[in-house]
């Protein structure tokens, strides 16, 4: 299954789903469904709270996630 760019972003900077999960006050299982599921819905709070939850700029955050929409 091909990870979303949320899951790549992730990925790339070895991040702990499980602790921003725990973080954010959102069941593993979301943040699995946003990190694998091509078709889930990333809300911007919920990119905002990933962002902050763990020290990245929440700008720099949507723009990589974002970047294939025209």
């Known amino acids: 299954m091909k990870m979303t ?6 990925e790339n ?4 789903k499980s602790d921003v999960a725990r973080k ?3 069941m ?7 990190t694998k599921n091509q078709g889930a819905h990333l809300r911007a709070n919920e990119l ?4 902050k939850a763990i020290g990245a700029d929440p700008c720099e ?3 990589y996630v974002c970047q294939d929409l025209k």
Do not use: C, F, H, K
């Not at 900077?13 to 702990?16: D, V």
């Not at 905002?48 to 962002?51: D, E, G, M, R, V």
């Open 5 to 10: 760019r949320l899951g790549e972003y992730l």
């Open 13 to 16: 900077r070895s991040i702990n």
């Open 24 to 26: 954010i006050g959102v």
């Open 28 to 34: 593993p299982q979301r943040l699995t469904e946003l």
């Open 48 to 51: 905002y709270l990933i962002a």
């Open 61 to 63: 955050m949507l723009d």
